[in-house]
C-alpha cells in the first residue's frame, strides 16, 4: 500500500480544487452501519416485516408514519456519533491551502461536526426536520413525539418530517446543481466509502473533466477510466496512514 499512498499524496499535492465525494463507508467507523456490506442495513435482517428500502419510501413514510418513524428512529438517525478519521482527513485537506468540497451521499452531519467548511449534502441531514404545515424548522434535539413515536410541530400539531430525501423523492436541485459545479471545476477527485450505486448521486461522478481520481473504498467499484488510483483497503487506516506520514 505504501506505492499507493505515495501516488496519493502526490495527486493531493499537485492539486488545487479538490472534491471529497463520500457515500456511507466513511461513517461505519462512527458506529454508523452502511447499506449493502454484509452486515448493510438493506442486507442483514432488521427485524420488520417489510424491506428497508420500501421504509424509506416517500409512499410508505405517508401510508404508515408510525413504522416508518420507528424504523428511522432505530436505525437512521445516530445522534451520538462522532467523526472518525475519514471525516478529519476531508476537513484536513483544507488546512494544506486546498480548496475543498465534499460532496457526501450521508444524513449524520459528521462533516460539519468535524469541521468541513463546504459540505454538500445530497440526501439532506437527519439534523433539520420541518413541520409539514407551517414550515417551522425543528433542530434533532428538539422534536416532540406523539404517543406513537411520531414527531408533531408544537404549534400545528401536524407531522414534523425530516429533511432526508426518501425514496421516490427528488433531490434538491441546488444542491444537486452546486455538487455538480463543484465536480465538474475539481482538479482531483477522491471517492471514498461509496459502491456508487444509487443514482442520480452516483452519476455525478460523469460531470468530472480532471484527470486526477482517487478511490478508497473496501469493495471494487465501477469506475472504468485507465487514470484513476484505486485503493482497496481499510480507509481509516489508508487515511491516517497518509495523514500521520505527510
Same mark, same amino acid.
Given at each position: 500500500?505504501? =506505492?499507493?499512498?505515495?501516488?496519493? !499524496?502526490?495527486?493531493? !499535492?499537485?492539486?488545487?480544487?479538490?472534491?471529497?465525494? #463520500?457515500?456511507?463507508?466513511?461513517?461505519?467507523? #462512527?458506529?454508523?452501519?452502511?447499506?449493502?456490506?454484509?452486515?448493510?442495513?438493506?442486507?442483514?435482517?432488521?427485524?420488520?416485516? /417489510?424491506?428497508?428500502? !420500501?421504509?424509506?419510501?416517500?409512499?410508505?413514510?405517508?401510508?404508515?408514519?408510525?413504522?416508518?418513524?420507528?424504523?428511522?428512529?432505530?436505525?437512521? @438517525?445516530?445522534?451520538?456519533?462522532?467523526?472518525?478519521?475519514? *471525516?478529519?482527513?476531508?476537513?484536513?485537506?483544507?488546512?494544506?491551502?486546498?480548496?475543498? @468540497?465534499?460532496?457526501? $451521499?450521508?444524513?449524520?452531519?459528521? *462533516? $460539519? !461536526?468535524?469541521?468541513?467548511?463546504?459540505?454538500?449534502?445530497?440526501?439532506?441531514?437527519?439534523?433539520?426536520?420541518?413541520? &409539514?404545515?407551517?414550515?417551522?424548522?425543528? #433542530?434533532?434535539?428538539?422534536?416532540?413525539?406523539?404517543?406513537?413515536?411520531?414527531?408533531?410541530?408544537?404549534? =400545528?400539531?401536524?407531522?414534523?418530517?425530516? =429533511?432526508?430525501?426518501?425514496?421516490?423523492?427528488?433531490?434538491?436541485?441546488?444542491?444537486?446543481?452546486?455538487?455538480?459545479?463543484?465536480?465538474?471545476?475539481?482538479?482531483?477527485?477522491?471517492?471514498?466509502?461509496?459502491?456508487?450505486? @444509487?443514482?442520480?448521486?452516483?452519476?455525478?461522478?460523469? /460531470?468530472?473533466?480532471?484527470?486526477?481520481?482517487?478511490?478508497?473504498?473496501?469493495? #471494487?467499484?465501477?469506475?472504468?477510466?485507465?487514470?484513476?488510483? &484505486?485503493?482497496?483497503?481499510?480507509?481509516?487506516?489508508?487515511?491516517?496512514?497518509?495523514?500521520?506520514?505527510?
Amino acid at each position: 500500500m505504501l =506505492e499507493n499512498l505515495k501516488a496519493m !499524496q502526490a495527486l493531493i !499535492q499537485s492539486s488545487a480544487r479538490i472534491v471529497f465525494f #463520500s457515500g456511507a463507508g466513511v461513517s461505519t467507523n #462512527s458506529g454508523i452501519p452502511d447499506f449493502r456490506s454484509a452486515k448493510g442495513l438493506f442486507v442483514a435482517e432488521q427485524g420488520y416485516h /417489510y424491506a428497508p428500502e !420500501q421504509i424509506v419510501s416517500h409512499s410508505f413514510y405517508h401510508r404508515f408514519p408510525k413504522i416508518f418513524f420507528e424504523f428511522y428512529f432505530d436505525k437512521l @438517525v445516530h445522534r451520538h456519533a462522532k467523526p472518525n478519521v475519514a *471525516h478529519q482527513f476531508a476537513k484536513w485537506l483544507e488546512t494544506l491551502g486546498k480548496e475543498v @468540497v465534499v460532496v457526501t $451521499q450521508n444524513i449524520d452531519g459528521l *462533516h $460539519q !461536526q468535524a469541521g468541513s467548511t463546504n459540505v454538500l449534502e445530497l440526501h439532506g441531514s437527519v439534523w433539520r426536520n420541518t413541520c &409539514t404545515e407551517c414550515g417551522q424548522s425543528y #433542530s434533532l434535539v428538539d422534536l416532540i413525539l406523539d404517543q406513537n413515536g411520531i414527531p408533531r410541530c408544537s404549534r =400545528e400539531g401536524a407531522i414534523v418530517k425530516p =429533511e432526508v430525501v426518501l425514496y421516490e423523492e427528488s433531490l434538491d436541485e441546488s444542491v444537486l446543481n452546486a455538487a455538480i459545479n463543484a465536480i465538474a471545476a475539481a482538479d482531483l477527485l477522491i471517492i471514498a466509502g461509496t459502491s456508487l450505486v @444509487v443514482y442520480p448521486a452516483a452519476g455525478l461522478v460523469n /460531470y468530472f473533466n480532471g484527470e486526477k481520481m482517487i478511490v478508497v473504498n473496501q469493495t #471494487s467499484v465501477p469506475i472504468y477510466r485507465s487514470d484513476v488510483l &484505486t485503493i482497496q483497503h481499510e480507509m481509516g487506516e489508508v487515511f491516517e496512514q497518509l495523514m500521520t506520514n505527510w
